[in-house]
């Protein structure tokens, strides 16, 4: 009876201590992903809340024949909040309202709703940005400019909006001709 008496005790501490082990290495690959890893998680969170994708359009532009815009492409947004991330409701509510022009107690409703995710509005034009004027532009800036025009324009092209890409080379060589000027 006390050889099964100690069987038994040496199995529970056994066992214990195996525990013990299983807990101790459970903590250390928790410690490892909150401190460790932190930052690579925390930008893995950041891009599944924002994003932007390019949609190619199928058709481009369509004209009548008097070549007047009948349909056309534009960029548009969709506007949604996360619950998790408000930490003042009012102000939120206050500048989607402002923003958006919408009635206050449809944007308060889907604000204050819990869920984990609440579409405001869906295709809100997207402000496009201004064009600088070149003449405001010192050579460094200029250069700049070349590049990122160039780049949109690849990128239209690519798209198969040549329309926009002959704009974009038409900016382009303006703004290479204003770079010789000022080097000059």
Do not use: W
Request: hydrophobic share 40%; net charge positive.
């Amino acid at each position: 009876m006390e050889r099964a008496k100690s069987y038994h005790r040496r199995k529970i501490v056994i066992t214990f201590f195996g525990m013990i082990l299983v807990l101790a290495l459970l903590g250390v690959r928790l410690t490892k992903l909150m401190i460790g890893d932190s930052e690579y998680y925390a930008s893995l969170a950041q891009d599944l809340h924002e994003r932007e994708r390019t949609i190619k359009a199928q058709r481009g532009r369509i004209l009548d024949r008097n070549g007047v815009v009948l349909a056309d492409n534009r960029t548009v947004c969709t506007i949604s909040v996360i619950h998790s991330q408000i930490r003042d409701p009012e102000q939120v509510i206050k500048v989607l309202t402002k923003e958006l022009k919408l009635d206050e107690t449809a944007v308060r409703k889907r604000v204050e709703k819990v869920s984990s995710i609440e579409r405001i509005a869906k295709n809100v034009e997207k402000e496009a940005e201004p064009e600088k004027d070149p003449e405001s532009m010192n050579c460094k800036e200029l250069e700049s400019e070349i590049a990122k025009t160039q780049k949109q324009m690849k990128k239209a092209a690519a798209e198969l909006d040549f329309e926009k890409a002959a704009e974009l080379r038409d900016r382009m060589i303006m703004l290479k001709k204003h770079l010789q000027e000022t080097e000059e």
